[in-house]
């Protein structure tokens, strides 16, 4: 499913991108099923497990402006399909092999005016590990842009397989690092595109100033064989399995 070609720049490069790999009929249920959860966000109360809200000035959450769903997949089950769908799971099998688990989902629905996700980051840094065997994933279900808030990545800064500093910051809800931004490039992409990069990829992206949302999910799969402390399968809820081919 993926040629030498892009193997090779998964590998030198850090990332992939398939433009409209999600589309017509099936891109417009999933968008259905996004469209309900916000929907839903707008009754959910703050401090509500899985959901997370965008924070005010004085860094209290805004309720009904939603910033993330985590474990979208445990929440709301009919996205494990998006998980599995053949197109990925062809392309990640490529990468890492047939018996793939994935862990860690997220739904970004980055609402109109103020809608954020994730500063600069390697996703290795929140799983305490440098493996370059975990291949993250970002779904953008919607156009994305440097103004609604499109990815950002720095191409080759995975090679070095080296977690950089990361700091907390109040004003938003995760760890960031500093990246030089003429090193940066924007993942700009048409509605259904996928984006996979190792999970040692720096990359992190901006905030929404536009008018439209910009829904994604990440995630991130690992071979099934990878333990991973933080995240078991079993003892962690969501971790699933999504393709097996032989008993492990
Ligand atoms: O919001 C995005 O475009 C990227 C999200 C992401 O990569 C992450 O959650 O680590």
Known sequence: MLTNQEIQQFHEEGYLIF????????????????????????????????WSFELDDDHQQIAGFLHK???????????????????????IEALIGKNIDVFGTKFFPKL???????????????????????????????DADAENGCLRIVPKSHTAQVIAEHHRN???????????DSEAVDVSVLAGSVVL???????????????????ST????????????????????DRHIVCRHEES
């Not at 994730?118 to 953008?140: A, E, K, L, P, R």
């Not at 109040?170 to 030089?180: E, I």
């Not at 690992?222 to 991973?228: H, N, S």
């Open 19 to 50: 433009e409209s790999l999600i589309c017509g009929e099936k891109l417009k249920s999933y968008v259905a099923i996004f469209d309900e959860l916000v929907e839903r966000s707008r009754e959910v109360s703050i401090g509500t497990p899985h």
């Open 69 to 91: 769903i985590q474990g979208v997949c445990v929440v709301e089950p009919r996205i494990l399909s998006l998980a599995k769908e053949p197109e990925i799971l062809a392309r």
């Open 112 to 142: 109109p005016n103020g809608g954020t996700s994730v500063n600069w980051h390697q996703d290795n840094f929140y799983f305490g590990t440098n493996t370059s065997q975990i291949v993250s994933c970002g779904i953008y279900l919607q």
């Open 170 to 180: 109040a004003k938003t809800y995760g760890s960031w690092t500093v990246v030089d």
């Open 197 to 215: 990069f190792s999970a040692n990829l720096l990359h992190g992206s901006y905030d929404n100033r536009s008018t439209r949302s910009r829904y």
């Open 218 to 237: 990440a995630w991130h799969y690992t071979p099934a064989e990878l333990a991973l402390e933080r995240f078991p399968r079993g003892g962690y809820k």
